[in-house]
């Protein structure tokens, strides 16, 4: 099993920047791809951005420009940068890992952008 911990979510106000953090533990060995997904009250959720163990990080075309994804393999963390945050980025964000076809989630990280 591989356990993934969020934090960094909150309140912001528009144009503000926030940074999550996503830590796997647990049976980490053969770890892949890890990213972020979000979901809106009322909407599906959405693939925001991933990245691959060695790969090019890929993005959804609303968060491309503003939103960067890192990870620190030696950590077993990936991290989301978000800036010239909008309201409509209000959503729960959750951390995604994939190993060996199986994907794991972690309980979700609030985020609301308001003034």
């Known amino acids: 099993q591989v356990q993934l911990v969020e934090s960094g979510g909150g309140l912001v106000q528009p144009g503000g920047s926030l940074r999550l953090s996503c830590a796997a533990s647990g049976s980490i060995f053969g770890l892949n791809a890890m990213g972020w997904d979000r979901q809106a009250p009322g909407k599906q959720r959405e693939l925001v951005a991933h990245?691959?163990?060695?790969?090019?990080?890929n993005y959804a075309d609303s968060v491309k420009g503003r939103f960067t994804i890192s990870r620190d393999n030696a950590k077993s963390t990936v991290y989301l940068q978000m800036n010239s945050l909008k309201p409509e980025d209000t959503a729960v964000y959750y951390c995604?890992?994939?190993?060996?076809?199986?994907?794991?989630w972690g309980q979700g990280t609030q985020v609301t952008v308001s003034s």
């Open positions: 990245i691959a163990t060695g790969g090019s990080p």
């Open positions: 995604n890992a994939q190993k060996w076809g199986a994907n794991y």
